[in-house]
């Protein structure tokens, strides 16, 4: 009997101390913040990762365009070959 009463006290004696809380509410990390810093990082690379897209797609058309350029002075340039003409 006295065994279970002293496992009896020291069980309610825990769980009372467990209810204690000492930090204060303002220490507290929130579980729901939308604003940590790890979202903040991924909110960071996934802007990063979209103006680096948008970039390499318009170096790409200026790329496309050049080469446009590049193949019609190549046409022009074997229309204008005088070597050509002579055989």
């Not at 948008?54 to 229309?79: L, S, V």
């Amino acid at each position: 009997m006295r065994t279970v009463f002293v496992t009896f006290v020291t069980l309610a004696a825990l769980g009372i101390s467990g209810c204690n809380n000492t930090v204060e509410r303002s220490e507290r990390v929130p579980v729901n913040d939308t604003d940590t810093a790890s979202q903040k990082a991924g909110k960071v690379a996934h802007d990063i990762v979209k103006e680096t897209d948008e970039a390499a797609r318009k170096a790409g058309r200026e790329i496309k365009k050049a080469a446009a350029g590049m193949k019609e002075g190549w046409k022009e340039a074997e229309r204008e070959d005088p070597l050509k003409k002579k055989h």
